[in-house]
Nanobody
């Protein structure tokens, strides 16, 4: 499956941003989807994951209550709604397609990755 992330940009702290990830060439609706991020000089980290039907979601503690992952299987698209953005949310955000249908925070359980979209949050 090919993944194309979009929606990043430069924003001020406190505002909202929604990322999108469009999938093509695979069976999107059968797989869990996830968002990861990598800040400058840091390792990639888990952000959020959603099961194949949207029935289960998992969040990193750092974004819980501020970010919401969702998906539209009819559009082969997964979203990440980011509210109350903080400067520490600055990173390249990657979407990924899971090997299985269940939500997971482990990067080794994802086999397809998008190219990333940069989110920069200024203070």
């Amino acid at each position: 499956v090919q993944l194309q992330a979009s929606g990043g940009g430069l924003v001020q702290a406190g505002v909202s941003l929604r990322l999108s990830c469009a999938a093509s060439g695979g069976t999107f609706s059968r797989h869990a989807m996830g968002w990861f991020r990598q800040a400058p000089g840091k390792e990639r980290e888990f952000v959020a994951s959603i099961s194949w039907n949207g029935g289960n979601t998992i969040y990193a503690d750092s974004v819980k209550g501020r970010f919401t992952i969702s998906r539209d299987n009819a559009k082969n698209t997964v979203y990440l709604q980011m509210n109350s953005l903080k400067p520490e949310d600055t990173a390249v955000y990657y979407c990924a397609s899971g090997l299985l249908s269940v939500a997971t925070r482990w990067s080794r359980e994802y086999d397809s990755w998008g190219q990333g979209t940069l989110v920069t949050v200024s203070s």
